[in-house]
């Protein structure tokens, strides 16, 4: 699967290094994720989700539409 991380992280000016360590995962697995070496677990699809300000749809290219949904009252932060 192509996912847009990577090119959300160079729109940033974001190293690997840098997501990698925000999600408490080493560089090569987020290497790994971003050549679609491997799929990307749910939760860390929430976490960069969260952290762009978008969608998982967007995140995996379900949509064009970068803006978010509007989070439910009931949404839990993982």
Known sequence: ???R???LRE???LKQKDIAQ???IHQTTYSDYEIGNLNVPIHVL?????FYNTS???L???TDEVRP???SKDNKKY
């Open 1 to 3: 699967m192509h996912y």
């Open 5 to 7: 991380i990577r090119d």
């Open 11 to 13: 729109d940033r000016d």
């Open 22 to 24: 925000m999600l408490h």
């Open 46 to 50: 929430m976490q960069l989700a969260d």
């Open 56 to 58: 998982i749809d967007y």
């Open 60 to 62: 995996v290219r379900r």
């Open 69 to 71: 949904y509007p989070k």
